[in-house]
C-alpha cells in the first residue's frame, strides 16, 4: 500500500491533536507455551498509522517537531537473529520503506523518550491496553517532572487517543475498502467450498479446513476471529468454536467464517443442511431469519440510526416466530417483554474494519448515531432453538441458524460487500446439488 496514505492518516490525526505528543505502541509478543509465540499480529490502531508489521515498535508523533514530526523506535538489523526469525526492516527501512522521518533503535527508547515529552502540555496515549508499557509511559513522565528546578516542564494532561483515532477508522476510506472487498471475495469462495463439500458423516474440523484452505489460497494469512463451525445442536452455541463434533444427516450447520487481508476482516455466517435439503421446520425458521436479514439491511444507509436495523429485525422475527407458534401473545408486548430473547439473544450487527467487532462510537451524547456514508457494519439476525425446552415441539429443536453479511453505507444507500454467498434456499439448495 502507498505510505503516503498513512502519512496522510497521521497528519490527520496531529491536526486533531493541537499539540502534545501521541504515543502508540506495537502490541506485545504473546507466548503460546514454553518457546512458542502465537503468530505476530500488529496492533490494529498501530498499523492504522504505520503500516508496520514488526512487535517491539513504538510510533511517536510530535507536531511541529523540526527534525520530523513522525518517530519510529524499531528493533535495529541483526543478521545473526534474522537467520532465526526473519527480516527485520530496521532503523534504514523504518525510514525508507515505512516513512518514518527519525528512527531510533527501541532499546534506546529510555534515554531518547523523556526528551520528547519535555515542555509538552499533553500526552495522546490510551491508558489500559497495556498496563506494562503503562507503566513504562509513566516512568517517562516522572522523569520530566524531576527536572523541574531546571525550568523543565512535564506533561499534565493524558488524552485518550481514541477519540481522535477510532472516530477516523469508523469511516472507511476508499483503500480500505479495497481491501475489505477482497477479504470479502476471498470469504465468500471459502464459504461457497464449504457448502459444496459438505456431507454426512464429515467431521465439523473437516470443513473448518477446507474453509482456511481457501483463506489462505486467497491470499489470508490468517483468519479474522476462530471460525464456529457448528452442526445440530452446536449451532445454537453462539460462539461456538470446538469445531470437533461429526455433522449428521437432518442437522443444520452454521457456519460464521471470515478472512482477514492485510489487516482487515471479513465477517459472514451461512446456515444450511448438512445433507443439502432443508426440512420443513428448517426452511421455516431459515425464511423468517432471510426475511428479518433482508429487512434489517433496507435500514442501513445513510439517515438511518444505528439501531434502526435492530429494531425491524426484531419485529420480523418476532413476527415470523409468533406465526410458527414458537411465541404467543402480541407482537408489541413480546417486542416490550423481551421474550423473544429465549430464540435470540443478540444485537443484528456491529462495526467492521481493522477489528471484527471494530471501532467507532455507537451512541453519540447518548443518542444513536445516523449512518452515514464510508460506515462498514453486519447485519446478522439469528434464531436459536436449543434442545429441552417442554413447551417447544421438539421437531424445531436443535434448528440455529444465523445470516449474516457486510454492508457497506454509500451515498445512495448501501452495498453488500459479502454478496457473493448465496443466501436464498433455491441457491444453497442448487449450490450444494452441483
Known sequence: MDMKIFQKRRREVMQHMGGGVAIVPAAPVRNRNRDVDYPYRPDSDFYYLTHFPEPEAVAVLVPGRTHGEYILFCRERNPEKEIWEGRRAGLEGAREIYGADDAFPIDDIDEILPGLLENREKVFYTIGRNTEFDNHLMGWVNEVRAKARNG?????????????????????????????????????????RAMQTCRPGMMEYEIQAELQYEFMKGGSHYPAYPPIVGGGANSCILHYTENSAELKDGDMLLIDAGAEIDGYAADITRTFPVNGRF???????????????????????????????????????VEGLKDLGLLKGSVDDLMENGKYKRFYMHRTGHWLGMDVHDVGDYKVDDVWRLLEPGMVMTAEPGIYIAEGGEDIDPRWWNIGVRIEDDVLVTREGNEILSRDVPKSIDDIEALMRG
Not at 523543565?152 to 476508499?174: T, Y
Not at 480500505?176 to 464459504?191: D, G, N, P, T, W
Not at 425458521?285 to 435492530?310: C, D, T
Open 152 to 192: 523543565v516542564s512535564a506533561p499534565g494532561e493524558f488524552v485518550d487517543l481514541n477519540h481522535i483515532l477510532h472516530e477516523m477508522r469508523l469511516f472507511k476510506r476508499p483503500e480500505e475498502i479495497r481491501l475489505m472487498k477482497r477479504a470479502c471475495k476471498v470469504s465468500a469462495q471459502a464459504h461457497r
Open 279 to 317: 426440512t420443513g421446520e428448517q426452511r421455516a425458521i431459515y425464511e423468517v431469519v432471510l426475511a428479518a436479514q433482508l429487512a434489517a439491511i433496507e435500514q442501513i444507509r445513510p439517515g438511518k440510526h444505528w439501531n434502526e436495523p435492530h429494531e425491524t429485525a426484531i419485529r420480523v422475527l
